[in-house]
Structures are given as structure tokens and as C-alpha cells.
């Protein structure tokens, strides 16, 4: 597939991918020595992260440990409901954020959930999928993979997909990512143009070598996956970011004012790399406060919500045991 998409995001050699371009046959015979965890971030995802495991488990985790993926792990990230149970049954390796390296402490968010990963997990190749998917397929793993697998000088696979909203009776009201349209990509568009062929900068499912994503600071919030994309791009030059179409993706939307926080922590990550890599001087418990309002017996009364915009420093610089580099 050739497509504006490639040409944009990486230039020179071919960047751009579709799932279907790799099965995983093929990748399990390119995989060799290497390993890979699957990563699945979790706040309450009762109802749907069993259902993530159980596909991935499925297709490629095999009992003599010669699948594509070698573990499936779920980080529970302060959820107040059974997911954890339900992942644990469902049979991934389950760990609670905050109960991983408790003497580094601990703060709320999904980066911060994916942070903490990286000390309890040892793929050599680390993907990323979010726990509330509703529709995908496990193609989006063998997608994921495929660039990090058969290309070297790829280092971040971010996943390209159409996502629908759907209304109650699950009919299309209109195009989802609304985070992604009115925030990230003007940002990138203002601030780094060489960055506006990256499709779903925000996307929630994306993959990485294990040895690049420790030498980077993770935004504790949802600013992960736009810090990640900068930083690649910073480190490694924009052709060292693949993307991949993986079809469709629909998943639980937030209300208007949840995604408000969610826009301060992709706008923070993002300033803070507007000239390059950056955030290691970000407090991991920094915050900005997010004034919102809502008509009440006074009128317009004003709420306010300290969003958190910290970071998390690299993970080989807080004692991450050794990474191969590959
Ligand atoms: O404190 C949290 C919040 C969320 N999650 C999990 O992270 C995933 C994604 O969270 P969600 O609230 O569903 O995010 P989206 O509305 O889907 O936001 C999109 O945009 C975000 C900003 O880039 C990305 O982080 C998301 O992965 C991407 O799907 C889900 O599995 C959540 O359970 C946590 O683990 N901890
Ligand atoms: O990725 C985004 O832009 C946000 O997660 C919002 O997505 P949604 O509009 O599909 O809910």
C-alpha cells in the first residue's frame, strides 16, 4: 500500500502498512529470539478487558512460549470495578499500578499505568492496546508488530483507523477522535507540520521498542501517546515512525467535559517538546487547573479540576533492569 499517509509521515522509505500485509506466521519466523508483551491499560474496563485478553491469548500466545506475543499483561489502573478479577481470570498477568515499584510512588492516569509497565514486563517489543475496545480485531497486534519485526530503523508503530461514534442503537452519528481533530492535529499542525502525516497521533494501540520507550519521559496522563510521537520523531527522525491501518475501531466515548482534561494533558506533553525531547523537569505530580462550568441555581457556576500534567523520567534512569537493545 502506497498511500499519502507514508509519504508524509516518513518520507524516503515506505512507512505506511495494512494489517493484512503480515500474518502471523510470518512474523513468528522473522520474530526469532526476540519478545513481546502486550500491554493492556485498565480503569474500569469490567466489561470489556476480558474480552481483549482472551482474543489475544487465543491467537498468539502459545503454550510451549513459541507464539508472537510472550505475555499478555494488564495494568490496573485505580479501577474501582472487577476488572482486574475478570483479567486475571480471563488469563493475563495482572498488576496494579500503584502497586508496582511503590518507593517511586504513584499518581492517576493511563501514561502513568503504561510507565509502570515497563518494570514488570520483558518484551524486547512492547505493544500497547487500550482495555475498553469494542470493535477490532487481534490483527491490530500482528499489524503493530509487523514494522517493529521486519524494519530496524522503525521505533514507534502508531495504529491508523476509521473510528466511528455511534449512537445508542449503534448507528454512525458522526467521526470519533474529536481530541485528536481539534487539539492534536492544529497542535501539530502549528508547531510541528513534519508530523501532519501521522494519522491518529492519539491512537490508543501503538507499539515500540522496549529500549527506546525507557529513555523517554512518560506524561502521566493521556499526553503519553502524543509525548511518544514527539520524542520519536526527536530522537530517531520522522521515518522511524510507522503507522498501520487496522480497519475499524470503536470503543467507550467520553462526555464533552472529560475530554477537557484530557485536551490540557495532550496540549501540556505536547509544549513541553514543541523544540525537542523535554519533561524530565515535570514534577510527576504537577497539575494545571481546568476551570469548566455548568448552569446551576446561581447561574453559571464554575468547576475547576486540577488536571494532571506531570511526568514520569525515563525508566532506565530509575533503575529498569537492563534492556537489549533490539
Ligand atoms: O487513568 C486511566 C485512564 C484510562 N486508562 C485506560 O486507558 C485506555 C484508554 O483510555 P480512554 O479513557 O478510553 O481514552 P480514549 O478516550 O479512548 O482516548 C484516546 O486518546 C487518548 C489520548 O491520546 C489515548 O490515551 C487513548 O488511548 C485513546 O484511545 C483504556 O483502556 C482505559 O481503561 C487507564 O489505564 N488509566
Ligand atoms: O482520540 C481522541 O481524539 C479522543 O479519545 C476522543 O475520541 P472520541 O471522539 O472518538 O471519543
Do not use: C
Amino acid at each position: 500500500m502506497t498511500t499519502a499517509m507514508g509519504e508524509g509521515a516518513g518520507g524516503g522509505e515506505r512507512t505506511a502498512y495494512a494489517a493484512s500485509d503480515w500474518t502471523p506466521e510470518d512474523l513468528v519466523e522473522v520474530k526469532g529470539d526476540r519478545t513481546v508483551s502486550v500491554v493492556i491499560p485498565a480503569r474500569n474496563e469490567a466489561g470489556t478487558v476480558g474480552g481483549v485478553v482472551e482474543r489475544i491469548l487465543a491467537d498468539f500466545v502459545a503454550a510451549d512460549g513459541g507464539g508472537l506475543v510472550d505475555e499478555v499483561v494488564v495494568i490496573d489502573s485505580d479501577s474501582t470495578d472487577a476488572t482486574a478479577a475478570v483479567a486475571r481470570d480471563s488469563g493475563a498477568k495482572v498488576f496494579s499500578a500503584r502497586g508496582i515499584r511503590p518507593e517511586l510512588g504513584s499518581v492517576e492516569g493511563k501514561g502513568e499505568a503504561l510507565w509502570k509497565s515497563q518494570f514488570v514486563t520483558s518484551g524486547d517489543l512492547v505493544v500497547f492496546v487500550d482495555a475498553d475496545l469494542v470493535d477490532w480485531g487481534t490483527h491490530f497486534v500482528t499489524g503493530l508488530l509487523g514494522p517493529l519485526l521486519t524494519r530496524d530503523d522503525v521505533h514507534l508503530v502508531k495504529a491508523v483507523y476509521d473510528r466511528p461514534m455511534l449512537d445508542a442503537s449503534g448507528h454512525e452519528e458522526e467521526s470519533g477522535g474529536r481530541v485528536t481533530e481539534l487539539v492534536a492535529r492544529p497542535w501539530l499542525a502549528i508547531h510541528r507540520p513534519e508530523l501532519a502525516g501521522i494519522v491518529q497521533p492519539l491512537s490508543g494501540e501503538w507499539a515500540i521498542r522496549r529500549a527506546s520507550l525507557a529513555t523517554f519521559s512518560v506524561p502521566v496522563g493521556y499526553g503519553v501517546e502524543i509525548a511518544a510521537v514527539l520524542d520519536t520523531a526527536d530522537r530517531f527522525g520522522v521515518g522511524a515512525i510507522a503507522q498501520v491501518d487496522l480497519g475499524l475501531r470503536t470503543h467507550r466515548h467520553h462526555r464533552h467535559d472529560t475530554l477537557g482534561p484530557m485536551a490540557v494533558q495532550v496540549l501540556v506533553a505536547a509544549d513541553r517538546r514543541r523544540v525537542g525531547p523535554a519533561g524530565e523537569q515535570a514534577a510527576p505530580a504537577s497539575t494545571v487547573g481546568l476551570t469548566q462550568y455548568a448552569r446551576g441555581p446561581a447561574g453559571f457556576e464554575p468547576h475547576v479540576t486540577a488536571v494532571a500534567t506531570g511526568e514520569r523520567p525515563p525508566a532506565d534512569t530509575v533503575g529498569m533492569p537492563s534492556v537489549r537493545r533490539r
